[in-house]
């Protein structure tokens, strides 16, 4: 065998064992996931993913159909279960990590480069959260980093055909979150910028974007049909974001949350990187662009976490080349400083991030720092207290009983979970709830969730204080804080077609 041969079989050896590697890692992190991911209880978002999945249309108010679909495929496979049904998110981001560590090899990088590149990700705020619960963020910020692996290949292949699976995972992403929009922007400027500007001459590119439009029809068709209510969606919870100062903190967000602190300096230097490539510039202005628009548009910090693999990729791969030309003891100074910091910083934002704990000091940390895991806490006590207020009421009013509730968490409490107490489908208005109506005829005992006291009595009549919304850990949530009281009232003060008119509320 020619010496040739056997360094192609060495290097086709070590890409595999590399392969391994990454696989090995996206694995573990999935199982701690899996293994952590039933403390508590749903999270409000994801209570509104279920009741979606269970009303499956081509759009909806608040998001695209992808999150509510693949819930659904969660509901007919393994039926309410949290586990299971975060499975997919833990998948997206074992995934996303996997991913990742390919775009630092496809970019140069060596097993160092391609396993601290796995790591950053994996340990990154984000993407910790994204694994904990099931959001639509989850998958969107999958179709981000698999475009950037797509343009690397693109860029470093030359080879046009790979515009077929940009154009599909953009056309996935137009179906999971809207934001994404921006991120394409990055791309055109990427094209028109850089020498990649050859590309919109060729058929390729132009059937990469059939492709994506192709995907996102359905729900452009849906989107016409109800006369772009998701963008009425967007403006109204962009402006609650900007008035509750949800969008302070843009920059702070990109060094804490988005990417691992302790890895800020391989994202930059993946930056610099990106813009001195004459090859692979088109992926600096893919960072750049998305980054500037929702800056100037006051977006939220963490709309952007999709870019920061692509830029750990290349900052590993730059820091692996410059580790190599400084003496053994240099190289091992600097990558034992960065990996106790690393492990310090990966393991606080695991403790504040992921509910690890069942009970004690580091489950009271978790919820101290993580709103989100607040949030999951006190559901099946809520529907519990409106089953025993629906229990103690004579047989004739509970046949003619309806429960309203003010958000879509207690609207998907009550539908998803009240089914084990056989409570009645819930009335709402908020998002894609106004658009399934009320019963008929309507209900003239109605149990009311969400509302205070005056609003109550402002739209139904005789209404008495019949129970209380909390929870027995005593966490202080939007629950408990803001919607404490629970309402026993009579019918409403004014036609339900007028109550309709009135309230399409948004949240």
Known sequence: MSSNSLDQTSTSGDRRSDILVLLAIAAAVALFHILTDNRYGFHRDELQFLSDARHLDW???????????????????????????????????AILIYVSGLTARELGGG???????????????????????????????????????????????????????????????????????F???????????????RY????????????????????????????????????????RDVAEGRADGFWKGQF?????????????????????????RMLAWMYLVPVALFFAGKGR?????????????????????????????????????????????????CARLMPIATSGPLKEYALQHSEDLREEIGWN???????????????????????????YGEYGA?????????????????????????????PTTIIVLGLSSEEANSIFSGCRLAGHNGNSLGVRNEESVDHPDIFLCGPLRFPWAEVWKRHRDFG
């Open 256 to 280: 804490l949350y988005d990417a691992n602190v302790a890895a800020a300096p391989l994202w930059i230097a993946g930056l610099i990187g990106y813009l001195f490539s004459q090859r692979y």
């Open 111 to 181: 097993r160092l480069a391609q396993v601290t590149t796995a790591l950053a990700v994996a340990f990154s705020p984000l993407p910790v959260f994204e694994a904990t619960e099931f959001q639509y963020t989850s998958f969107g910020m999958l179709w981000w980093v698999l475009i950037a692996y797509f343009v690397i290949k693109l860029l470093k292949s030359e080879d046009p055909r790979w515009w077929l699976a940009i154009g599909a995972t953009i056309g996935l992403g137009l179906e999971t979150k809207y934001a994404i929009v």
């Open 414 to 442: 009550i539908e998803i979970l009240g089914r084990a107490y056989h409570l009645p489908e819930p009335i709402g208005t908020t998002n894609s709830e106004w658009y399934w109506g009320y019963p008929t005829p309507p």
């Open 59 to 93: 759009g909806f108010v608040a998001f695209p159909p992808f999150t509510p679909f693949v819930e659904r495929i969660g509901l007919s496979l393994f039926g309410l279960s949290i586990v299971w049904l975060r499975l997919f998110s833990v998948i997206a981001q």
């Open 183 to 197: 991120y394409v922007a990055g791309i055109v400027a990427g094209l028109v910028f850089t020498r990649a500007r």
């Open 200 to 239: 919109f001459a060729t058929g390729w590119f132009w059937a990469g974007v059939g492709i994506a439009l192709l995907i996102f029809l359905p729900n452009l068709i849906w989107l016409i049909r109800h006369d772009f209510i998701s963008y009425t969606f967007l403006q109204h919870i962009h402006a």
């Open 381 to 407: 006590q809520l529907v519990r207290t409106v089953a025993q207020i629906r229990d103690s009421l004579p047989a004739d009013e509970q046949a003619h009983l309806g429960i309203t509730t003010a958000n």
């Open 301 to 349: 910090f963490y709309y952007t976490a999709g870019a920061y693999p692509m830029l750990l990729a290349m900052g590993a791969v730059v820091a692996e080349r410059c580790l190599g030309r400084l003496p053994r003891w240099g190289r091992v100074t600097v990558e034992s400083v960065w990996v106790a910091a690393f492990v310090f910083v990966s393991a606080v934002v």
